[in-house]
């Protein structure tokens, strides 16, 4: 009974060798924490200690100096109780073992320091090693929603040439109008739109509209209205310029430009007729009839069209469309498709960029 009494009794140290012992922990431990924060080796030096207790304190100590408002405890006050892993070494007791092993734990779940700011020190230097300059800050959503497209505008020209052409604010219509050539051609004049709404657009055309030169059909004549209604939607001015044959629908986006911009060159051949059905296969007698409807509606659509763009009533015009109607520059001239004939010696686009506009607009020389 007296050994299990002994042996439950924690042990005991004479009182100098525990104080000893206890403030030996304690400065193995704070070097153990200056080394984990500031990256220095376990043996530092007592100074750096001192000045590292100076410029940050535990969680427990920042509480307590806001509890007092702010203000630093007074020279004669009683120091507050120190951190909880401060205590005295493990003893070979188990209770002294249970202890130290919480202790442990305690340790390895203790807070993170942070800085005094009640304390009038000077922490600059700690900042500059903690904070990160804003040179290194890295770009957030919103600086990137508050930038423009000039912020990100190419410096040099494009490398491929419909790109080049696109830069230089020409759409080219070079084949029959179907689903994907609309859907690029309306992309690119609003892309232009949206990257200068003052500048004006040139629609070069050289298709044979909703059929291929042997008159079969390939698309539907709404792709023509679809480019149409573009053009009028967009704020800049559109000028078209009939570069090889502009037929049936084509024909109509060609008289679609701005008034006075309409151009065609020397050769070049437009064509009008009526709308044209694919071939459907069989069908029900009440869809024909659906379908005609349908396709007068159309045609209906492309002669209102026709008139306000030629200033022919559309009755001249549906008579005219009986059979296809082929002219040459001239006779579209005559007709009101166009506005001009260009000639080598007719300007009707701007400059090309030389290769020293092309650095100075882009900011690579001195202006």
């Known amino acids: 009974m007296a050994m299990q009494l002994s042996a439950a009794r924690p042990c005991s140290l004479p009182q100098p060798a525990l104080r000893r012992s206890s403030a030996r922990a304690g400065r193995q431990q704070r070097q153990q924490i200056v080394a984990a924060v500031h990256g220095t080796p376990a043996a530092a030096d007592v100074g750096d200690l001192h000045r590292f207790q100076q410029l940050w304190t535990p969680p427990a100590a920042q509480l307590d100096v806001q509890a007092r408002g702010g203000a630093p405890a007074a020279a004669g006050a009683p120091a507050a109780p120190g951190p909880p892993w401060r205590c005295a070494p493990p003893c070979s007791s188990p209770a002294g073992r249970q202890h130290s092993a919480a202790r442990a734990v305690h340790l390895t779940r203790r807070p993170a320091w942070v800085p005094n700011l009640a304390l009038h020190c000077d922490v600059s230097s700690v900042c500059s090693v903690w904070c990160a300059p804003a040179a290194r800050r890295l770009p957030s959503p919103c600086d ?58 040139y629609l070069y055309i050289n298709s044979t509209g909703t059929t291929r030169a042997d008159g079969e059909t390939v698309g539907f004549e709404t792709e023509g209205t679809a480019i149409y209604d573009t053009m009028c939607f967009v704020k800049n001015e559109v000028h078209t310029v009939g570069v090889g044959v502009a037929i049936g629908q084509s024909c109509m986006l060609l008289s679609a430009g701005e008034k006075g911009k309409r ?50 009533s559309p009755e ?36 090309v960029k030389s290769a020293d506009q092309w650095d100075k607009e882009a900011g690579l020389v001195a202006r």
């Open 144 to 201: 990137a929603a508050a930038s423009s497209y000039d912020d990100h505008k190419p410096r040099t020209p494009p490398p491929d040439l419909p790109s080049l052409l696109l830069d230089s604010r020409i759409v080219y219509l070079g084949m029959p109008l179907v689903p994907a050539v609309t859907e690029l051609i309306i992309a690119e004049m609003l892309y232009l739109q949206y990257k200068d709404r003052t500048k004006p657009m």
């Open 316 to 351: 001249k015009l549906d008579k005219d469309m009986q059979r296809p109607l082929y002219m040459q520059p001239a006779d579209a001239l005559a007709y009101g498709i166009i506005d001009g004939v260009v000639t080598p010696e007719k300007k009707i686009i701007d400059d």
């Open 263 to 312: 151009f065609m060159l020397e050769h070049a051949t437009a064509m009008l007729h009526q709308p044209r059905v694919p071939p459907t296969g069989q069908r029900q007698a009440i869809e024909i009839q659906i379908k005609w409807r349908e396709v007068l509606a159309q045609k209906q659509n492309m002669l209102n069209i026709l008139s306000r763009t030629t200033g022919h």
